[in-house]
């Protein structure tokens, strides 16, 4: 009897509401939708350092099935479901952080540029941090965590020019290797390839090599974390005794790939390693209780990892609007 009181009462009170906006809605709505949205970059103070995170804009992967692998499509569709995302086109972000550490200015990946093979909706660097008020040139350090082509095709222009003319390049030899062999033009790589080749082979002389556990620059330091890609890396990245972990591609979703950290990722160059890395350093992560950022969660990628029966949890911390 309560409930359906209640639901009669809810009911009641939108069709009030309703009655209520129709009387002065003519008013209201002669206010034009502006189509507009707020810019695509977000800033946060870690320890002495200002962390800018911009966006290249949204990737869309499509239909889960075929690249979220080993668990049955239908468990994926319904983990998506139950979090109340879309089990027909599994969306990514791509959140690059610039952290300003007084003395450098250091960002991390760079988009998928000119290319659109994922859609029409990436290649958005430039102008977000043109909105955070970041000019390419004032770029010192750009670090790679991996070669893919969404992590690296924002190097250079359409023309071929670097678009951080006084940048070094930091990134794994092992995958700049692998990446940019010629060799593999003739592969399933090849789309992969010529888009390493074409941004790296630029700023080849400006590339420094970094290895695992290596603080190649300071308050930075490198985390070997392979299997995504051969050479693939996370990086520590600390300021007056505050520390983020910037995660790459250490897991591409918050839900399948944290709820069930062993379900492979078709693009990941050896899956087994790929998900014996994730569980590992997830579980660093959690146990020690480091923020993170992720490369490819939901904007701007910045939160908490915490481990659960099966796998791990991923709490988004709230955006601080005040620095």
């Given at each position: 009897m309560?409930?359906?009181?209640?639901?009669?009462?809810?009911?009641?009170l939108?069709?009030?509401l309703g009655?209520?906006?129709?009387?002065?809605?003519?008013?209201?709505?002669?206010a034009?939708?502006?189509g507009t949205q707020?810019?695509?970059?977000?800033?946060?103070?870690?320890?002495?350092?200002?962390?800018?995170?911009?966006?290249?804009?949204?990737l869309?992967l499509?239909?889960?099935?075929?690249?979220f692998?080993?668990?049955?499509?239908?468990?994926?569709?319904?983990?998506?479901?139950?979090?109340?995302?879309?089990?027909?086109?599994v969306?990514?972000?791509?959140?690059?952080?610039i952290?300003?550490?007084?003395?450098?200015?250091v960002?991390?990946d760079?988009g998928?540029?000119?290319?659109?093979?994922f859609?029409?909706?990436?290649?958005r660097?430039q102008?977000?941090?043109?909105?955070?008020g970041?000019?390419?040139?004032?770029?010192d350090?750009?670090?790679?965590?991996?070669?893919h082509?969404?992590?690296?095709g924002g190097?250079?222009?359409?023309?071929?020019?670097?678009?951080f003319?006084?940048?070094?390049?930091?990134i794994?030899?092992?995958?700049?290797?692998?990446?940019?062999?010629?060799?593999?033009?003739?592969?399933?790589?090849?789309?992969?390839?010529?888009?390493?080749?074409?941004?790296?082979m630029?700023?080849r002389?400006?590339?420094?090599?970094?290895k695992d556990?290596?603080?190649?620059?300071?308050?930075?330091?490198?985390?070997?974390?392979?299997?995504?890609?051969?050479?693939?890396?996370?990086?520590?990245v600390?300021?007056?005794?505050k520390?983020?972990?910037?995660?790459?591609?250490?897991?591409?979703?918050?839900?399948?790939?944290l709820?069930?950290?062993r379900?492979?990722?078709?693009y990941?160059?050896?899956?087994k390693?790929?998900?014996?890395?994730?569980?590992?350093?997830?579980?660093?992560?959690?146990?020690?209780?480091?923020?993170?950022?992720?490369y490819?969660f939901?904007?701007?990628?910045y939160?908490?990892?915490?481990?659960?029966?099966e796998?791990?949890h991923?709490?988004?911390?709230?955006?601080?609007?005040?620095?």
């Open positions: 309560t409930s359906d009181v209640s639901r009669r009462s809810l009911l009641a939108g069709a009030g009655a209520s906006t129709m009387l002065g809605g003519s008013a209201l709505a002669r034009p939708k502006l707020s810019a695509y970059f977000y800033r946060f103070n870690l320890g002495g350092a200002e962390v800018t995170v911009v966006s290249d804009g949204p869309p499509g239909p889960p099935k075929g690249t692998i080993g668990v049955p499509d239908e468990e994926v569709r319904k983990m998506l479901s139950d979090n109340f995302l879309s089990p027909d086109n969306v990514l972000e791509q959140n690059s952080p952290v300003n550490m007084g003395d450098k200015l960002l991390f760079t998928m540029g000119t290319s659109k093979l859609g029409p909706t990436t290649g660097q102008k977000s941090m043109a909105e955070a970041i000019k390419p040139g004032d770029i350090a750009v670090v790679l965590s991996h070669a082509i969404d992590h690296i190097i250079v222009d359409g023309d071929n020019q670097p678009l003319p006084n940048a070094q390049y930091y794994a030899q092992s995958d700049f290797d692998f990446w940019t062999d010629e060799g593999k033009l003739g592969s399933p790589l090849k789309e992969f390839v010529i888009h390493a080749r074409k941004n790296l630029p700023v002389d400006r590339l420094v090599y970094f556990g290596q603080e190649f620059l300071p308050g930075i330091q490198a985390m070997s974390a392979p299997g995504h890609t051969v050479g693939h890396t996370m990086f520590m600390t300021s007056n005794g520390s983020f972990a910037f995660l790459g591609d250490l897991t591409h979703h918050a839900v399948l790939l709820e069930k950290p379900m492979e990722f078709s990941d160059t050896d899956p390693q790929a998900a014996n890395t994730r569980v590992k350093m997830l579980d660093m992560l959690a146990t020690n209780k480091i923020p993170v950022m992720s490819h939901a904007w701007p990628g939160g908490h990892v915490a481990k659960t029966s796998g791990f991923y709490y988004p911390e709230a955006m601080t609007m005040l620095l």
